[in-house]
């Protein structure tokens, strides 16, 4: 694909401007989005166990409801399920319709999805949870188009020099994101137990979950609509990126015009109305010999790392319940009402969230255009690899023995949560935020989003292997080492040495990506060389082809051809 004179000289604008307000305005957008996936994907897990206490409770038995094993995986995993199939459907319309237009369809069906999840209908249980995971399934679906066409829109407005930390920072939204369901969480839950006072469970399992508890649930779901509803009108206002504008539509007056407006540059009329000629090399695809060839290594690398990651970052749900217990974040369910529970839950969620999730995003906003992506990422999966090591040898001894109530006596509980800690600041600053930045790089312009959203959705399948499989794998054998309703498993101490063992995969697989750091996106899709190829393919044919050759492929090549000698200097320019 030809870049073409005055494609060239936009582009290169973009990757020279200054940071300006706009490229924090277009974060603030974008990250909004991202903040709004978090705190639908994450606000799950602080009324799972509320909807277990509602829906499930049986007088016969002296304990607290719970969501059965196969509701609990539907609950929480249809959203993970919808994500990945919207990363794939929304990362390939993204390429063909633009990335504007389709960011305003992800957004609308995440605003909706939203409030019907909290207005889930039915007299039952089994019609309640249903309809929860039909809502849910379509809000994941929106969410996976979030990741994509985020990643991409911030890739091609941001300047070369500071690329890295600006799309960083969109993710870096899906922390706050976090912490903000957990907070909205506890601030419902307080306004409830406020209102309406209720036991413990063990002074009265009935009055423990009073009837209002049901709206706590809605509320702390529906509000999930806000900060998207408010979003959409500055996501409608956004022009389409230069390089999708002037790449694949091939319209550089139109892209000139939308960058001057947003970036205060001025370009030439000439350069402006330079007309785009269509390659005489047909442009590859993605199943193309030629696509495997240039890229095939590197979408491997993105999606193989991606998946592992997210095998690991999705497990950590293996092993938060005993650290909340063992610190006593997380008091037995029989101690607390429904409410609690909830206020509780939320409030060790914001706590984790703040002492190493938060953090790790943004060391890497701050030092991924000082170190590099690559550095990070291999960093962080061997210092994952190294705590999770560490956590597998001596997890009983630092948790201690159950001794009643739910809780552990003896270990030491401070380094325990000191190690847990580390295992997911280094997975945030590290291959959680990498994964997500580097194939909104590598790929050309008419396949990247495509191709984000095929790494996504490897991500997202890995999520599930980590959320399920290993809730699954983890158990141990007999009656008393597994969870109610729970097959036998191999144990958690063999499930986390075969996390380990995954987290050290990631380790290698990182070395079939390149070092993105300080380069143009044309020069790292390979458009650059695509350009090259397509002057030289059209001069070597010239006495074969008898038409003339259009005046601006010659005197391309010819302009080129002659600053290539280092002896003559160009005269300086101005876009």
């Known amino acids: 694909m030809a870049i073409g004179a005055g494609s060239s000289e936009v582009l290169g604008a973009l990757d020279k401007a200054k940071t300006q307000w706009y490229h924090f305005t277009t974060i603030i957008i974008a990250g909004m989005g991202f903040f709004t996936d978090a705190y639908d994907l994450f606000c799950i897990s602080t009324v799972a166990r509320l909807l277990g206490r509602l829906y499930y409770y049986d007088p016969l038995v002296d304990s607290p409801g719970v969501l059965p094993p196969n509701v609990s995986a539907a609950v929480n995993g249809v959203a993970l399920c919808g994500t990945f199939c919207g990363q794939l459907y929304f990362g390939w319309l993204g390429d063909r319709l633009g990335r504007k237009r389709v960011y305003g369809y992800t957004l609308v069906l995440m605003i909706i999805t939203s409030i019907a999840s909290g207005l889930s209908f039915g007299s039952s249980a089994k019609a309640v949870m249903s309809t929860l995971c039909f809502f849910r399934f379509w809000l994941g679906f929106g969410i996976g188009g979030d990741y994509p066409l985020s990643a991409t829109i911030m890739s091609e407005y941001a300047n070369q020099k500071t690329r890295g930390a600006f799309i960083a920072a969109v993710f870096a939204m899906q922390g706050i994101g976090i912490v903000a369901g957990a907070t909205v969480s506890i601030i419902v839950s307080s306004c409830f137990r406020r209102a309406f006072p209720s036991p413990s469970f063990m002074d009265n399992p009935v009055l423990s979950q009073p009837p209002e508890a049901d709206y706590v649930w809605r509320i702390i779901f529906m509000f999930g609509a806000v900060p998207a509803a408010v979003t959409f009108y500055y996501r409608m206002q956004m022009p389409e990126t230069a390089r999708y504008t002037a790449l694949v539509i091939k319209n550089n007056r139109r892209a000139a015009q939308d960058m001057g407006r947003v970036l205060q540059v001025q370009f030439s009329n000439s350069l402006v109305d330079t007309p785009v000629e269509h390659s005489r090399v047909p442009e590859y695809g993605l199943f193309s010999k030629r696509f495997m060839k240039r890229h095939g290594i590197e979408l491997l690398g993105c999606t193989s790392t991606w998946f592992l990651l997210d095998v690991a970052f999705y497990s950590q749900n293996l092993f938060q319940k005993d ?15 429904a409410l609690e529970e909830v206020f509780k839950v939320g409030r060790a969620q914001a706590l984790i969230a703040l002492c190493s999730t938060v953090p790790g995003y943004w060391f890497t906003v701050a030092l991924i255009d000082v170190v590099g992506r690559w550095v990070i990422q291999l960093s962080g999966f061997f210092f994952m690899t190294l705590f999770m090591f560490i956590i597998t040898y001596v997890y009983y001894d630092l948790r201690g023995t159950p001794c009643g109530d739910g809780k552990f006596c003896g270990g030491n509980h401070v380094a325990f949560l000191v190690l847990y800690a580390f295992t997911f600041f280094f997975a945030n600053f590290g291959p959680n935020a990498t994964t997500f930045i580097i194939p909104a790089e590598l790929f050309p312009a008419r396949l990247r989003s495509t191709c ?124």
């Open 452 to 575: 984000h959203g095929i790494s996504a959705a490897a991500g997202k399948a890995g999520a599930i292997v980590g959320a399920f499989g290993f809730l699954y794998a983890a158990q141990g054998k007999g009656p008393g080492a597994r969870d109610k309703g729970y097959p036998n498993g191999i144990g958690i101490k063999n499930a986390f040495l075969l996390l380990s063992i995954i987290n050290l995969s990631g380790f290698f697989c990182t070395f079939m990506l390149p070092e993105t750091k300080g380069r143009s996106l044309e020069d790292l899709s390979g458009e650059k060389d695509d350009d090259q190829r397509d002057s030289h393919y059209a001069l070597s044919n010239l006495d074969e082809d008898k038409s003339p050759l259009p005046q601006h492929v010659i005197s391309q090549h010819v302009i080129s051809q002659h600053w290539s000698n280092p002896s003559i200097r160009p005269p300086s320019q101005t876009v």
């Open 323 to 337: 650290i909340f217990t063992s610190v006593g974040w997380l008091p037995p369910q029989k101690t607390m009402s």
